[in-house]
């Protein structure tokens, strides 16, 4: 695909229908082949609905920023700080819930340009560390957080539809 001119933006409610469309069909490429089909959609049905993504964006310490190839989004990351953070709910921490870059895009920088907004805004407010949970079986994504400077420091479970998986917990210190 063709990157000319790509744009951090912060998601909207605005934004609702582009952010539904993009974190099913990224979640879809990136998952679908390694699980069922009826796991999937359920999933989908309880994680990544409008209604679901909506309460997410109306929560106070969640952002959500789309990365923007002449103004479609290409990419986004979810970002967590204090209660809303999925687990460790330490204060100090900002966790990346999702960071998914659409297939084309894939190997252009882009996973890196939202990685760099999450950075600069844990620098920002003086994070001491960023922390994410990864599926053990996505092999590419832990391979670019250990080039990141992410180290493994536990595990969690994690439930795609009744499957019960295996995420690794990654953290990077900042301080």
């Not at 998601?11 to 390694?34: E, G, Y």
């Not at 979810?78 to 921490?93: D, P, R, V």
């Not at 079986?137 to 250990?146: G, H, L, P, R, T």
Request: proline share 2%.
């Amino acid at each position: 695909m063709n990157i000319t001119n790509i744009q951090l933006t912060q998601v909207t409610l605005a934004n609702l229908k582009a952010l539904h469309q993009i974190s099913r069909k990224t979640f879809i490429d990136s998952f679908a082949h390694l699980n069922t089909k009826e796991n999937m959609e359920a999933y989908l049905a309880d994680h990544l609905t409008e209604q679901k993504l909506s309460e997410e964006l109306n929560q106070p310490g969640s952002a959500f920023y789309f990365a923007e190839n002449n103004g479609e989004p290409i990419g986004y990351i979810k970002i967590n700080t204090g209660a809303t953070q999925t687990e460790l709910w330490e204060e100090q921490g900002l966790e990346i819930e999702r960071i998914y870059v659409i297939k084309e895009y894939q190997g252009q920088k882009i996973g890196q340009l939202l990685f760099n907004k999450a950075f600069e805004l844990a620098k920002k407010a003086n994070r001491p560390y960023i922390w994410l949970g990864v599926w053990n079986k996505n092999e590419s994504a832990i391979q670019f957080y250990q080039k990141m400077g992410f180290i493994a420091f536990d595990s969690h479970p994690f439930k795609l539809g009744d499957d019960v998986q295996t995420d690794i917990m990654m953290k990077l210190e900042l301080i």
